[in-house]
T-cell receptor, first 111, second 110 residues
Framework: DSGVTQTPKHLITATGQRVTLRCSPRSGDLSVYWYQQSLDQGLQFLIQ???????AKGNILERFSAQQFPDLHSELNLSSLELGDSALYFC??????????FGQGTRLTVV | GQSLEQPSEVTAVEGAIVQINCTYQ??????LSWYQQHDGGAPTFLSY????GLEETGRFSSFLSRSDSYGYLLLQELQMKDSASYFCAVKRAGSYQLTFGKGTKLSVIP
């Protein structure tokens, strides 16, 4: 158990819909990262938050947004979903001088 | 920007040794990390090189040469359970953004 909790584990939704993925980081970790992994693909960095503030942005679509709350949990919002958004979405957390720990991911299927 | 290159696939025999290379083009990073990911699972941390040289953790070793922009992961006494994808990653100085290579799929065969 990495200590990073992601919910839900699986999500099936229709095109055009909006979903919210949730991540609770390890106790004490201030940074939260979101990654997208499509079938047989690498980990595409989406966005990073540090202590509530956006720290870095990667290849995140405008239809996607995220935030980190005062209790440090984070949510990734995906809207106007398309078939191509079907993927595994991982959250990771760390402190600046430690390795990142990943949650078990949310498998999103858009039908 | 940052980019990390690794071979897409490697096949090795059970009990043998395999080396997975990672070359990178980046400026200002804290070190090179390696992660393992089994199919459908979460990436898990394997090793970290903050300084040049070799780090050993059991059957796994990792190496970094900043002057050559190069690192590798060495897996010894391969076991079937080592079949997985292996990713190198760097943490960018300042933002601490963790950027991954595209991963190397290792297949261990009997």
């Amino acid at each position: 158990d990495s200590g990073v909790t992601q919910t839900p584990k699986h999500l099936i939704t229709a095109t055009g819909q909006r979903v919210t993925l949730r991540c609770s980081p390890r106790s004490g970790d201030l940074s939260v990262y979101w990654y997208q992994q499509s079938l047989d693909q690498g980990l595409q960095f989406l966005i990073q938050y540090y202590n509530g503030e956006e720290r870095a942005k990667g290849n995140i679509l405008e239809r996607f947004s995220a935030q980190q709350f005062p209790d440090l949990h984070s949510e990734l919002n995906l809207s106007s979903l398309e078939l191509g958004d079907s993927a595994l979405y991982f959250c990771a957390s760390d402190t600046p001088n430690t390795e990142a720990f990943f949650g078990q991911g949310t498998r999103l299927t858009v039908v | 920007g940052q980019s990390l290159e690794q071979p897409s696939e490697v096949t090795a025999v059970e009990g043998a040794i395999v080396q997975i290379n990672c070359t990178y083009q980046t400026s200002g990073f804290y070190g090179l990390s390696w992660y393992q990911q089994h199919d459908g699972g979460a990436p898990t941390f394997l090793s970290y090189n903050g300084l040049d040289g070799l780090e050993e953790t059991g059957r796994f070793s990792s190496f970094l040469s900043r002057s050559d922009s190069y690192g590798y992961l060495l897996l010894q006494e391969l076991q079937m359970k080592d079949s997985a994808s292996y990713f190198c990653a760097v943490k960018r100085a300042g933002s601490y953004q963790l950027t991954f290579g595209k991963g190397t799929k290792l297949s261990v065969i009997p």
